[in-house]
T-cell receptor, first 115, second 116 residues
Framework: DTGVSQDPRHKITKRGQNVTFRCDPI?????LYWYRQTLGQGPEFLTY????????KSRLLSDRFSAERPKGSFSTLEIQRTEQGDSAMYLC?????????????FGPGTRLLVL | AQTVTQSQPEMSVQEAETVTLSCTYD???????LFWYKQPPSRQMILVIR??????QNATENRFSVNFQKAAKSFSLKISDSQLGDTAMYFC?????????????FGTGTLLAVQP
């Protein structure tokens, strides 16, 4: 068990560029979550996958954001036409299922800075 | 909608002493989980402790324990024998069970500094 990994750890981009982040969950976890954390705030839910199906998207996730989880393994989060307001830490978490197994384990995050 | 409130933005404690972090939440649900997560500086978020709402007994994990008051919708974290490595941002989080996603709703966090 190597834990949840995210790549890249840091990304600096210019406004208007597209960026893509990757999350690799714990191998047997079928649930995957994306959260966004801005300075001084707690993480906010963005979207959720159960296996390869995207079952919920927050209203925070504008149409510039898209997430995928092909084959129910790793996930990608893409932001098109980045804006300065997109600057944040993007966190990925995974879990095994319901009850005791619903505890979410977080990755180290990808810190995005949009200039 | 559920909300989580942490009213202490920052706290400080001397090494080896005890500190309590406060958390209140608002929900109309009866079945849910509560969590405390720790986020050390520049490091990833890790689970400290969890509490199932249907359990009356307060959860404990070594030096960490909670005071869960369901009627008051209060969920405080007590850290005993504080260590320098406990320095971190602490987040209280709520999860409704039986829903479609089990997403976490976080408070704004309490920055805890353990002083030598």
């Amino acid at each position: 068990d190597t834990g949840v990994s995210q790549d890249p750890r840091h990304k600096i981009t210019k406004r208007g560029q597209n960026v893509t982040f990757r999350c690799d969950p714990i191998s047997e976890h079928n649930r995957l979550y994306w959260y966004r954390q801005t300075l001084g705030q707690g993480p906010e839910f963005l979207t959720y996958f159960q296996n390869e199906a995207q079952l919920e998207k927050s209203r925070l996730l504008s149409d510039r954001f898209s997430a995928e989880r092909p084959k129910g393994s790793f996930s990608t989060l893409e932001i098109q036409r980045t804006e300065q307001g997109d600057s944040a830490m993007y966190l990925c978490a995974s879990s095994l299922g319901r009850g005791e197994r619903e505890t979410q384990y977080f990755g180290p995050g990808t810190r995005l800075l949009v200039l | 909608a559920q909300t989580v409130t942490q009213s202490q933005p920052e706290m400080s404690v001397q090494e080896a002493e005890t500190v309590t972090l406060s958390c209140t939440y608002d929900t109309s649900e009866s079945n849910y989980y509560l969590f405390w997560y720790k986020q050390p500086p520049s490091r990833q978020m890790i689970l400290v402790i969890r509490q199932e709402a249907y359990k009356q007994q307060n959860a404990t994990e070594n030096r960490f324990s909670v005071n869960f008051q369901k009627a008051a919708k209060s969920f405080s974290l007590k850290i005993s024998d504080s260590q320098l490595g406990d320095t971190a941002m602490y987040f209280c989080a709520f999860m409704m069970t039986g829903g479609a996603t089990n997403k976490l709703i976080f408070g704004t966090g309490t920055l805890l500094a353990v002083q030598p």
